[in-house]
């Protein structure tokens, strides 16, 4: 009477109650995908400004590690007085490299990448002045030793402006970092709503289906048994809707892609948007399918107890 | 295989379903359980299938005492049990082998087993050809047949009826009597509650009566 390999069964039982759910959400495949997309969307706002502000982190890493100095020398400096500014810096030990743009490289770079190109032909002179580029050495890559360089280059009088861009990256990260902040905030709530819907589908499941929950009630099911296909049910929103939001993420940065690149190419930097990579596409299926398994969870423990044959 | 001693049933209402009942229906035996509408036919047979909770006295079913039993253990109880009902109980969003696998399904049998038992059953209640229809299809009769065959699918030591052939014309509720029988002598357990009058006296079965919540009588036939 017993049946024979109960842990094999058991397992076949499972992958069946699996297919089973899944049959059932393809026979009303409208239903399914409204409330896929739901989940879906929910998931996407908060993965999709994880992934912005991780690519966002990315880039300025990117400029921290290359900080350079930009002096800017007065209008008045011939190119004589520039060159033998640029020698005197070159014996520095702070300075690891240093380039000397002429105003007419300047210009052309800035007409070649710029689209104003008519505008600038309207222009009787070069309005641009000397600048020189300054790469500072390894040791000199803390704020305090390139605050005194700084200092140290103001000190002549070729110089009208010398500025290193490092503040307003140190305040670009704290902005990053704390917008990365609220993303978790925000993610606990998108997931609580996607606990909420896949716990209203359920409930509605298990409201239609009550009288084939009566009646396996009444000729011997566990709860167990009843309870599988709902948590299933769960189960696969959470993936559908995983799915769903991963396509939306990919959609939009895909969108994003080719301007990213354009404006990338405007600061010469070969900076491309990064996607979901397996690993956080692997994570965004498991907290959909955790997230979808837990609702369903919550309104099978609800709402099944309350169902007696009678 | 169900003991009554003293058994009675209050509902939380007020309303005393039945009261002081006591009676022992042998293993193999078969017995119809009669009396009025609201005598507490239903009632009775709610508390051997777990559906109820008595109030006082004890009840046993395959020397269990049933007064004790946890929760959890109650599915497995109802897997001793074969139920039948007045309006029959099918899914009808399956087909009648779906319906008849069900309890089977349910205590984990393997695939080929449950095709191989779900036909056997079908073929005892003469409904071998129609397991791809869904019950909808079906006449009332052949809906309650597939209702029995769903009972002893599992080959359960005892079936409970409560009014199998209510909704049925009295020549197809002696068809029913007759699978009931059929099942009896091949060493099931019947209790039948009806209160077809008419049919059940031509009948050679213990009568167990009900009155407003007591047993009036117990009228043995041909019993041992």
């Given amino acids: ?310 | 295989m169900i003991r009554f001693d003293n058994v009675c049933k209050r509902y939380p209402e007020g309303k005393e379903a039945l009261q002081g009942i006591s009676f022992h229906l042998h293993s193999g035996a078969m017995a119809f359980l009669t009396g009025h509408s609201g005598a507490g036919k239903s009632t009775l047979l709610k508390l051997v299938a777990l559906l109820e909770r008595s109030t006082r006295g004890q009840l046993f079913l395959d020397g269990e005492n049933l007064s004790r039993t946890p929760k959890r253990r109650i599915p497995y109880i109802r897997r001793k049990i074969g139920m039948i009902f007045q309006n029959y109980r099918l899914l009808f969003d399956r087909t009648v082998f779906d319906n008849v696998a069900l309890p089977l399904v349910i205590a984990g049998y393997r695939h080929q087993d449950i095709g191989r038992r779900v036909r056997a059953a079908l073929d005892k209640v003469g409904l071998l050809d129609r397991e791809r229809a869904f019950p909808i299809m079906l006449s009332g009769g052949e809906q309650q047949r597939v209702g029995i065959a769903r009972a002893v699918v599992n080959k359960p030591p005892l079936l409970l009826a409560d009014e199998p052939t209510g909704n049925l014309d009295p020549e197809l509720s002696s068809d029913i009597m007759q699978l009931f029988e059929h099942f009896n002598q091949v060493g099931v357990t019947v209790l039948i509650a009806s209160h077809d009058l008419d049919l059940i006296s031509t009948m050679p079965y213990t009568q167990i009566i009900l009155q407003q919540g007591r047993m009036v009588r117990s009228r043995a036939h041909n019993s041992p």
């Avoid at chain 1, 300047?106 to 222009?123: I, M, N, P, V, Y």
């Avoid at chain 1, 140190?170 to 990365?180: G, Q």
């Avoid at chain 1, 993936?239 to 939001?245: K, N, P, R, S």
């Avoid at chain 1, 491309?272 to 994570?283: D, F, I, P, R, V």
């Fill in chain 1, 1 to 310: 009477m017993k049946p024979a390999q109960p842990l094999r069964n058991y397992f076949v039982r499972h992958v069946q109650v699996a297919l089973n759910s899944l049959g059932r959400l393809y026979r009303s495949p409208l239903a399914s995908l409204m409330t896929a997309a739901v989940i879906g969307i929910a998931l996407a706002l908060p993965s999709g400004l994880y992934l912005l502000t991780g690519n966002l982190q990315r880039l300025s890493t990117q400029w921290d590690g290359s900080a350079s100095f930009s002096v800017f020398l007065h209008k008045t400096v011939s190119l004589q007085q520039a060159r033998a500014l640029q020698n005197r810096l070159q014996q520095w030990p702070e300075i690891d490299s240093l380039q000397l743009i002429t105003p007419d490289q300047a210009l052309s770079e800035f007409r070649e990448l710029s689209g104003f190109g008519e505008a600038l032909d309207a222009l009787d002179d070069n309005p641009l002045p000397f600048v020189i580029t300054i790469k500072p050495a390894r040791t000199q890559a803390d704020a305090e030793s390139a605050a005194l360089l700084l200092d140290k280059l103001r000190t002549f009088p070729e110089v009208e402006l010398a500025q290193l861009d490092l503040q307003w990256v140190k305040r670009f990260n704290a902005i990053v970092d704390i917008v990365r902040r609220s993303i978790w905030v925000m993610a606990a709530l998108l997931g609580l709503a996607v606990l909420l819907i896949t716990g209203n589908t359920i409930r509605l499941e298990i409201q239609n289906r009550r009288d084939e929950i009566e009646i396996t009630k009444l000729i011997g099911a566990t709860n167990g048994f009843i309870r599988r296909p709902f948590l299933y049910s769960g189960f696969w929103y959470g993936i559908m809707g995983a799915v769903v939001a991963g396509l939306l993420v990919e959609l939009a940065f895909l969108q994003l892609h080719s301007p990213v690149r354009q404006l990338a190419g405007l600061y010469q930097s070969g900076f491309s948007l990064q996607t979901l990579s397996l690993t956080e596409s692997l994570a965004l299926l498991a907290a959909g399918a955790s997230l979808g398994l837990l609702g369903a969870w919550l309104a099978v423990g609800r709402h099944l107890a309350g169902i007696e044959p009678a």
